[in-house]
């Protein structure tokens, strides 16, 4: 099936709604999906040793809840193509940082024993990062790709730079114009000459459409449900298949400050977690999730959904802290929550020494209901 075969057929299902701009969009992506079909990089196929011409990647961007997600799960699920990885841009760019401290601790020795050592780079991080990305995948599709971090902006060029000179195709998503990426960030003229060959490389598509369907999704239903009866399940599936427009989802791991973070289920920029999963005490063999997890996943995923909340007591003091921490992360980042629980928010916690701190929390978590709280947009 093609991509925009599938497309149609979703939206004949009622999966999604028909639009104009989508299908354009898909049209774009369907004749890059027949480009990559016999694709190899670097194989030489023409005189005096040329390889054969890379495949112009895509950059597709429009403002939120456009379909954007949704269409690059289409590409993806659809593209018959051996060596590809879809990741999402923060996750991607923090694995790149973990690459780099960790081939910056190795000694010659052990550089030289690594599967992606490059001849010639010296202590030169890039290259050998390079290509251990290309030896993992040669087509990388980002979602929500965007720079917001000066460290990001110090290594983007030269790393994007030598994934082209290897023929890696790129496809993405973003909020913003090549041209907006970054503005006004500090030191941004080092950003500047990577945006230009983006622009050289990747065919850059507006996805033009006027409606914002996730906001519509959103709004379709309640996002708190309790009690934690034999409609709690089937709530937050339909929520899940509502506002993923059907995409499969994966299991996935994030990676912050070199920790390792499961995420259960992941598609179209949600994530669903158990209460236990995200703000369980976990013993001694794997430590709890902290502040600082919390903010990186609200910071990746637009929606993040959280099932199974039980009513906090005395004993579960700690899970409450994290539960605090949590919310108060998806609130700062604008993140949109979904959630079903055993009791109201107001008696989630109610009878322990953080009983009054918690009150904030209960009142976050109503105002997260609200329509002008689920039209702002996500701070990624």
């Known amino acids: ?215 519509k999704r959103l709004q379709a239903e309640p996002v708190y449900y309790s009690p934690l009866d034999n409609g709690a399940k089937n709530f937050m599936d339909r929520a899940w298949e509502r506002l993923t427009f059907g995409a499969k989802p994966q299991e996935t791991v994030i990676i912050n400050d070199g920790r390792e973070i499961p995420i259960p289920q992941v598609a179209a920029g949600c994530a669903r977690f158990e209460f236990m999963d995200i703000c369980g005490n976990f013993g001694t063999s794997t430590s709890p999730l902290g502040v600082r997890d919390y903010l990186q996943i609200a910071r990746i995923y637009h929606t993040v959904m959280i099932e199974n909340i039980p009513k906090l007591g005395r004993d579960q003091a700690n899970e409450a802290t994290r539960f605090r921490n949590l919310i108060d992360a998806l609130y700062e980042n604008k993140c949109k929550t979904i959630i079903t629980a055993e009791v109201e928010a107001d008696k989630l916690y109610t009878d322990g020494t953080q009983s009054f701190e918690f009150e904030r929390t209960s009142s976050r978590l109503y105002e997260m209901r609200s329509h002008e709280y689920l039209e702002l947009e996500h701070i990624g």
């Open 1 to 215: 099936m093609t991509l925009i075969t599938a497309y149609r057929e979703k939206a004949a299902a009622g999966l999604i709604e028909f639009d104009p701009a989508q299908a354009e969009a898909a049209e774009y992506l369907s004749v890059l999906e027949n480009r990559l079909k016999g694709f190899k990089p670097n194989r030489i196929k023409f005189l005096f040793g040329k390889p054969e011409p890379m495949p112009k990647g895509i950059y597709i961007y429009g403002k939120v809840g456009r379909g954007k997600s949704m269409l690059m799960d289409l590409f993806y699920d659809n593209t018959n193509y051996p060596s590809k990885k879809r990741i999402h841009f923060h996750e991607f760019m923090a694995k790149v940082h973990d690459d780099i401290n960790t081939w910056r601790k190795l000694d010659e020795k052990q550089r030289r024993a690594q599967p992606h050592y490059v001849k010639g780079a010296g202590d030169d991080p890039i290259p050998p990062i390079a290509q251990k990305i290309f030896n993992e995948a040669s087509l990388l599709c980002f979602d929500e790709f965007q720079i917001t971090d000066i460290a990001d902006a110090m290594v983007l060029g030269r790393l994007f730079n030598a994934l082209w000179d290897r023929q890696v195709v790129v496809v993405a998503t973003s909020n913003r114009h090549p041209s907006e990426l970054y503005k006004n960030g500090l030191n941004r003229q080092l950003v500047v000459p990577f945006l230009e060959r983006m622009t050289k490389e990747l065919e850059i598509h507006s996805l033009d459409s006027e409606r914002d369907y996730r906001l």
